[in-house]
């Protein structure tokens, strides 16, 4: 690991505190995958990656209020240490570049976590996968289809796969983009179940397999946009107030 690297690394914990650390770092990516998997078992099967896709933005945008909270807001609160340091907005803007690198990982790991776990519970390698099933008897129709892999193909659907991953993390950069003009938790689960719905909603584009990795492109590309923007709003703030504007 580069030594920048490691410098943006620890400008971002120093944002973070240890419970914080322990609950998004490990704890919420195994929670998500894990909600994912349970998902698929009873009766979904590959449906359960989607799950596990509609309910990431809810949780990420609520833990950012444990960490950038109110940033862009008004009343802009605890970020005064950063005047007493000539570094600071390198330390800020590092953070969060670092934020938006992390919801990818986070969204990237459960999600593929979960489709690992869904494929070897579907062949049989987990207690409770029903007996003699084949991929294809789990097939069904539609965005209702319960072995995408077995439809659409391995190229599809790990097509399928980086949709979601990109639509998840698109939606949670934009929510938590939004949710950090304001200070109060009950905005972060307004904006993230509002958030959740829009993910839902992209189920549909799996009905446009043939052109999932165009979507997934899209999706990416709105993300990075949505990135660009959060680091941009929030340092025009923080430096509004480094300078007492």
């Not at 833990?63 to 907005?89: E, H, P, V």
Request: hydrophobic share 55%; aromatic share 14%; proline share 2%.
């Amino acid at each position: 690991m580069s030594r920048k690297m490691r410098r943006k690394i620890r400008s971002y914990i120093v944002f973070t505190s240890l419970p914080y650390r322990i609950i998004v770092y490990f704890a919420l990516p195994v929670v998500v995958a894990a909600t994912g998997f349970w998902a698929g078992t009873q009766g979904i099967g590959d449906g359960g990656v989607m799950f596990a896709a509609v309910l990431l933005p809810l949780a990420e945008i609520i833990s950012d209020n444990w960490l950038f909270n109110g940033i862009q807001s008004r009343d802009m609160a605890k970020m005064d240490y950063l005047k007493t340091s000539g570094r600071g907005m390198a330390v800020m803007r590092d953070a969060l570049v670092m934020d938006l690198l992390r919801k990818f990982l986070t969204a990237a790991g459960s999600m593929a976590l979960c489709a690992a776990a869904i494929e070897l519970w579907k062949a049989g390698g987990m207690p409770g996968a029903p007996e003699g099933m084949s991929m294809g008897g789990m097939a069904g129709t539609g965005i209702f289809a319960r072995d995408f892999s077995g439809i659409v193909g391995r190229f599809h659907w790990v097509g399928i796969l980086f949709y979601f991953v990109l639509l998840s993390w698109f939606l949670s950069v934009l929510g938590t983009f939004l949710s950090r003009y304001a200070c109060m938790v009950w905005i972060n689960m307004l904006i993230g179940y509002i958030a959740s719905i829009l993910a839902a909603l992209g189920l549909f584009g799996i009905g446009l397999w043939q052109y999932i990795w165009f979507l997934a492109a899209f999706a990416g590309a709105a993300g990075v946009l949505a990135g660009v923007l959060a680091v941009k709003a929030a340092m025009k703030k923080v430096e509004g107030g480094y300078y007492d504007k």
